[in-house]
């Protein structure tokens, strides 16, 4: 058999099971154990209603045809409307009324009722809530040991349905087997639901930390790198104000000023993209895009950066080009890129900005520069959250979010996103999306 016809097999398989005990998406752990036993108790039930009829059981074997008429409609009111803790109360009391009855039909504390009263005593418990338990426990107790003692007393009240030994043996035998497999059946699936409820409780868990860890590095990060630019300006103007200054100092320092707040300005609008993306999720709205449109405004903002460290731009963007994309992430994406290369771009050095098509109609924008290059420590985490505050070749402070932003919006946007070191030095970034129209 092919591994597509074992997955195949597998998938109707845990279908069926799903239809029978109910979706885990959409069903409680208590709510499928609760179906799973009620299914398991049908099929026991019904199977016993010709064997007790054969062997001569024929008021058992019409307690069992009721019972099998109760726990369809439990099963109904559990499966269907989900009422749980409805259906585990009448399952546990008609069950036990009914062994109740059968007692006195099939030769008492002789047959084979306790072993039954066990089995629905161990089902119990596998089915109702642990604040039940006790009184579960108190109702069943209180019942057998009534009906003992009851038989203890008048032993007249019972009848016996045994003629022979091997009437014994044919009634004990299948209901002690009864008893075994659906204790079997209920401890392996009731520790198997436990296990992955646990397996999947520890993932959510290490992810939280995880991501509990990542942020606390973030914002102690944040914390730290926003002093550094506020104490620059803070500087700026109280120079402005003490010392008065020549037309020439005074708009290089405006320069810097404007500079640090729009290097301050952009990584605050990383921090605000991100927190609002951690809790509303990402929305992303693909559209056609004009890359040339969505670019050439991100080559405007980062003009000043590049400017101050008389850093050459030679930029190759095709207008015809238009992809699948997200406006709002798209822009995001590139500007980010363009900062970065700027960031770590020495003085005089050269920023590569290209778009091109692919072969398997794609738009590829490249960001390439002639810095400082990725240092190989960090190129494993380049793209995650685990953030390392990084200084540009003027010193510029980075808290790393805005490469993490790129990677989540290029995913998002059905796209790919890498860098390659240059043989020159420098990095190159690569950003693919999708051609509009294919």
């Known amino acids: 058999m092919s591994i597509n016809s074992n997955r195949n097999l597998s998938q109707r398989v845990q279908g069926m099971v799903h239809n029978i005990v109910g979706d885990p998406l959409h069903f409680s752990l208590e709510n499928r154990i609760f179906n799973t036993i009620c299914a398991i108790a049908i099929f026991i039930i019904t199977f016993n209603i010709p064997y007790n009829y054969a062997t001569g059981l024929t008021v058992t074997s019409l307690i069992f045809s009721i019972l099998t008429l109760v726990f369809g409609f439990i099963y109904y009111l559990s499966r269907c409307r989900k009422q749980v803790n409805l259906g585990v109360a009448l399952a546990v009391i008609s069950t036990n009324v009914m062994f109740a009855v059968n007692y006195f039909y099939s030769s008492g504390i ?60 044919a009634d004990m035998t299948p209901t002690y087997i009864t008893c075994i497999l659906a204790i079997f059946v209920g401890t392996v699936y009731l520790k198997n639901a436990y296990n992955q409820e646990k397996k999947r409780g520890e993932e959510k868990n290490r992810k939280l930390e995880l991501l509990n860890s990542e942020k606390s590095k973030l914002f102690s990060l944040i914390s730290h790198d926003l002093r550094n630019p506020l104490a620059s300006i803070q500087s700026y103007l109280q120079l402005m104000r003490d010392i008065e200054l020549d037309a020439e100092n005074k708009a290089q320092i405006e320069t810097e000023l404007l500079y640090v707040v729009n290097s301050t300005q952009e990584m605050l609008y990383n921090i605000l993209v991100w927190s609002k993306t951690q809790m509303d999720g990402l929305n992303t709205h693909l559209t056609p895009v004009d890359v040339a449109t969505a670019i050439h405004p991100i080559l405007k903002i980062n003009k000043m950066a590049v400017a101050k460290k008389k850093i050459a731009l030679d930029i190759n963007i095709d207008a015809s080009i238009k992809v699948m994309a997200d406006m709002n992430m798209l822009q995001l994406i590139v500007r980010n890129l363009v900062g970065n ?40 985490d380049i793209f995650s959250l685990k953030v390392r505050s990084t200084f540009g070749t003027d010193n510029e402070k980075g808290t790393g979010l805005g490469l993490f932003l790129c990677k989540e919006y290029t995913l998002a946007q059905q796209g790919q996103i890498w860098f390659e070191s240059n043989e020159t030095g420098g990095s190159s970034f690569f950003l693919e999306l999708p051609l509009a129209g294919n």
């Open 341 to 380: 290369a700027a960031k770590f771009t020495p003085a005089g050095g050269a920023i590569y900005i290209r778009t091109s098509r692919t072969a398997d109609a794609k738009c590829r924008i490249e960001v390439k520069d002639s810095g400082k290059g990725i240092d190989p420590a960090r190129q494993a």
């Open 110 to 169: 002789e047959g084979a009722s306790l072993l039954s009263f066990t089995l629905a005593f161990f089902l119990t418990m596998l089915i109702s809530p642990s604040k039940q338990y006790y009184w579960w426990l108190a109702f069943n107790l209180v019942t057998v040991i009534g009906l003992i003692c009851y038989e203890y007393y008048y032993p007249g009240a019972i009848l016996n349905v045994y003629h022979t030994r091997g009437d014994i043996f």
